[in-house]
T-cell receptor
Framework: TQLLEQSPQFLSIQEGENLTVYCNSS?????LQWYRQEPGEGPVLLVT?????EVKKLKRLTFQFGDARKDSSLHITAAQPGDTGLYLC??????????????FGQGTTLQVKP | EAGVTQSPTHLIKTRGQQATLRCSPI?????VYWYQQALGLGLQFLLW???????NRGNFPPRFSGRQFPNYSSELNVNALELEDSALYLC????????????FGDGTRLSIL
């Protein structure tokens, strides 16, 4: 059982469309990070959210952390081909001592066609 | 600011051999983390080092080990390589402290023949 469930796993859309990726859990997280990974490269940090209900915007990307800190979403407005990649959510669970361990979702592969 | 650097980029080994992977963290970061990204399994936490000490390890056998040097760089050693060890090994670094985001290198692709 995946502690962080991402959906959808695959998404293929046309340039200009909007999309939302979800990251859900039954556990509470002290923070959640979103990364984007391209083939042959490591994950690149997009944002960290730490407060329940927090919303952060990064140009056309909007990130939200659920009030109960169990879920998060990533919304992309007017997607562009350069947004193509693997999107990963990751977080550290509350209730344990500082473990350094990030739990990752399975990832969402996004393809934006021109 | 230089990012996390890993070497080598690719490593090809045969079953039973030993592999050593290296990582240099971002300047000022004392914590180094190792993850395995195997096909179909996602990123799995391997090890966390801070100030030269192993702080936590994931659910991997003891043949996965490592160390952190006084300059905060780190090595991951994998002994008695098995075919299923083929994966991308990613190193990340962060300052010490809760909720500090981890920044990743581009990984070492380890292939076991």
């Amino acid at each position: 059982t995946q502690l962080l469930e991402q959906s959808p796993q695959f998404l293929s859309i046309q340039e200009g469309e909007n999309l939302t990726v979800y990251c859900n859990s039954s556990s509470v997280f002290s923070s959640l990070q979103w990364y984007r990974q391209e083939p042959g490269e490591g994950p690149v940090l997009l944002v960290t959210v730490v407060t329940g209900g927090e919303v952060k915007k990064l140009k056309r990307l909007t990130f939200q952390f659920g009030d109960a800190r169990k879920d998060s979403s990533l919304h992309i407005t007017a997607a562009q081909p350069g947004d193509t990649g693997l999107y990963l959510c990751a977080g550290e669970r509350v209730g344990s001592s500082n473990t350094g361990k990030l739990i990752f979702g399975q990832g969402t592969t996004l393809q934006v066609k021109p | 600011e230089a990012g996390v650097t890993q070497s080598p980029t690719h490593l090809i080994k045969t079953r039973g051999q030993q592999a050593t992977l290296r990582c240099s963290p971002i300047s000022g970061h004392t914590s180094v983390y190792w993850y395995q990204q195997a096909l179909g399994l996602g990123l799995q936490f391997l090890l966390w080092y801070d100030e030269g000490e192993e702080r936590n390890r994931g659910n991997f056998p003891p043949r996965f080990s490592g160390r952190q040097f006084p300059n905060y760089s780190s090595e991951l050693n994998v002994n008695a390589l098995e075919l299923e060890d083929s994966a991308l090994y990613l190193c990340a670094s962060s300052p010490l402290g809760r909720n500090q985001p981890q920044h990743f290198g581009d990984g070492t692709r380890l292939s076991i023949l």
